[in-house]
């Protein structure tokens, strides 16, 4: 899977290009102070496993090591929040940007590949004795996660058996 960052780099050009807005990444205890004008905030909300892994070894010559790496599908659900100023413009504008060739090409080298997108929730409020305009909306894509390590290789094995009450025992390379 593109990495957290990679994502997060992904999504908040894609909002830059499409809407020009000030993007946050929410985060875990986040403790930026937003802007005083409009702004976006995105926020992972989780990440399903689809079907099956598949494991894939190769041998690397240099290192005699093996390098496993372990790849599935997932789906990856964002969160999606305009705050203040034409939320609502901005939202409707960002959904209708996913289906653009330059989006989806622009998603793909950033790892994601758009699955589908929910129906935009008004979430405007009193904040701080005032109104403030907020929409909501979330955006599932498809990911595939990808787990790579190193393995020692096993060099030699010692092997014991009894072949017809005759006990051996060798030791294989």
């Given amino acids: 899977m593109a990495s957290q960052s990679q994502i997060e780099l992904g999504l908040m ?15 875990n205890q986040n403790t930026q102070v937003p802007p005083t004008g409009s702004f976006c905030v ?24 093996i390098q496993e790496t372990i790849e599935g599908p997932r789906s990856l659900t964002i ?3 305009f705050y203040r100023d034409s939320a609502f413009d901005q ?18 080298k950033n790892g994601l590949s758009f699955q589908n997108v929910s129906d935009i929730r008004n979430l405007t409020g009193i904040i701080s004795a005032k109104w403030e305009e907020r929409y909501q909306m979330d955006v599932n894509f498809y990911v595939t996660s990808t787990y790579s390590e190193q393995l020692e290789r096993i060099i030699k094995v010692p092997v014991k058996g009894n072949v017809d009450g005759i006990i051996t025992s060798q030791l294989i390379q």
Avoid: H, W
């Fill in 13 to 27: 050009a894609l909002c830059t290009a499409e809407i020009g807005s000030t993007i946050f990444i929410m985060q």
């Fill in 42 to 65: 995105l926020n992972v909300l989780n990440v399903i496993k689809i079907g099956q892994d598949a494991a894939f070894y190769k041998y690397l010559p240099i290192a005699d090591k």
């Fill in 79 to 81: 969160s999606i929040n």
């Fill in 91 to 108: 939202i409707l504008q960002l959904q209708a940007s996913l289906k653009k060739q330059r989006v989806t090409e622009l998603l793909y």
